[in-house]
């Protein structure tokens, strides 16, 4: 699954760009948070039109202030890591597009301290239609902050401009929920790449079978 949604963001980043409007938006209003008590932010896209695929880049992970994680649940059929803080869905490959608005997913926000706490989503890549899927850039992000008690809503706009990725290879190869938390077993080589181990075993097999034929020479 890794494999086809990689092969998917490679292939249609070489699609000409198209001009269509819209947002993601991390929706505070109505929650009530309080401090060690986890609550489920909605992340909502708003204004979408054919929207086949997103890719975007979410403050998850552990700070003094909170633990922000993406709701297994409500990310059924999405790739992400809280690790790296990018998700991605790829409705193209199913022929799925999004029109309107909608609740994307949930994110389990809990709160450590009695301090607010910023959520940030920034989009890196999103593309509309399936037939084929078409690259756009000028869906905006959002940062909102959840404080202690009741929350009102509101937030800011974050544009794909000032969305910055320190190592674009973490884009191009998204971590899988399912095994995110299982370092690869494979042995790699000082350059990182990875030798499955039934190479290996044939390798080892060959070596082993010409030894022993040079040995009966002998």
Known sequence: MKLKIISLILLLSLLPCGVQAGSFVIDTAGISAEAGETVQVPVKVFGADDLSGYQLLINTGKSPSAKISVNEESASGMTYSDDTGILIWAGA??????NGDKTLFLLDVTPNTKSPVTLSVSVTQTFEET???????NYAGYEAVLKIGENIGGGKEISSDETEIENN??????????????????PKTENGFSIPYWVLIILASTALAAIIIITKKR
Request: hydrophobic share 25%; no cysteine; charged share 30%.
């Open 169 to 186: 290879e973490d884009i191009q190869r998204p971590v899988d929920k399912e095994t995110q938390n299982h370092p690869s077993t494979q």
């Open 93 to 98: 490959m199913r022929g799925e597009t999004i």
């Open 131 to 137: 037939a084929p899927a078409v690259q756009v850039k």
